[in-house]
């Protein structure tokens, strides 16, 4: 498998760390609302497409800026990557915080995706499904929330007390702060969902404590034409625990 190379722009003033490997179609990776686990399941995908995965601003190497403040704001960052880059149209596939912010792209910018994967997406009030405040959990409590298999995830943890570690997750925890404090969701993003007409595939671990698996029909019955595959004995990180998910991503957008 190829490794990542380190690319780096300016999109409207931030500096905006890619990294890319493989060739093929591009297949754009919007990462959650945290980046401390990495990439490295993305490392199968390079084999059939160009795979490009950025730091949103203000988490992981891109810079900060705080007039980006909406998850419409990151959709427009986005568009001009996509102009930057001289890409008319990838495969995009949005995780979590960026599963929300790539069905929100898919409402307005169809035009510019062949077919989108949504994994665990947040975004939507499902009452009887909610997803959870991370707001409300103490730091701390967070990773072992974020996987079924606890071995998974410990290998990304520092062992002792780790000052850098902490300063990242703080910057990255406040910049989700800044465009999800007041809610976790975007009332209207059910009135437009529809507008997604590219082909759509919903991922989910069965053991989700996020943004649990019971959310997955509701954006299936939203989204034309969608599709849902669950994965058992994985959590919120499922590309990370199940290869299985990882290569259903990659079938789906063969």
């Known amino acids: 498998m190829a490794s990542f190379a380190r690319e780096e722009v300016i999109i409207g003033g931030v500096k905006t760390v890619y990294l890319t490997a493989g060739s093929g179609e591009p297949l754009l990776f919007l990462h959650g609302g945290g980046t401390f686990h990495g990439f490295e399941f993305a490392k199968a995908w390079t084999s059939?497409?160009?795979?490009?995965?950025?730091?949103?601003?203000?988490?992981?190497?891109?810079?900060?800026?705080?007039?980006?403040?909406?998850?419409?704001?990151?959709?427009m960052h986005y568009i001009e990557l996509l102009d930057r880059l001289g890409l008319d149209k990838v495969n995009l596939v949005g995780f979590s915080l960026g599963g929300w912010l790539a069905a929100s792209f898919a409402t307005q910018h169809a035009d510019r995706i062949k077919k989108l994967v949504l994994v665990a997406p947040a975004g939507l009030r499902v009452k009887?499904?909610?997803?959870?405040d991370l707001f409300r959990i103490p730091g701390e409590q967070i990773p072992q929330m974020l996987v079924h298999d606890f071995e998974v995830i410990k290998p990304h943890l520092?062992?002792?007390?780790?000052?850098?570690?902490?300063?990242?997750?703080?910057?990255?925890?406040?910049t989700v702060a800044r465009v999800a404090w007041e809610r976790l969701h975007d009332p209207k993003l059910p009135r437009w969902l529809h507008r997604v007409t590219v082909p759509t595939?919903?991922?989910?671990?069965?053991?989700?404590?996020?943004?649990?698996?019971?959310?997955?029909?509701?954006w299936a019955k939203l989204i034309p034409g969608a599709t849902v595959k669950t994965f058992p004995k994985a959590g919120h990180l499922v590309l990370d625990e199940k290869p299985e998910a990882v290569e259903a991503v990659q079938r789906f957008l063969q």
């Open 48 to 75: 059939q497409f160009k795979v490009l995965l950025p730091y949103h601003p203000g988490f992981g190497e891109s810079g900060d800026d705080l007039t980006l403040s909406s998850i419409q704001d990151y959709v």
């Open 128 to 132: 009887e499904a909610p997803t959870v």
């Open 158 to 174: 520092p062992t002792g007390m780790d000052i850098d570690f902490a300063v990242d997750r703080f910057r990255e925890i406040t």
């Open 201 to 218: 595939l919903l991922v989910y671990g069965e053991e989700d404590r996020i943004v649990p698996a019971a959310q997955a029909p509701h």
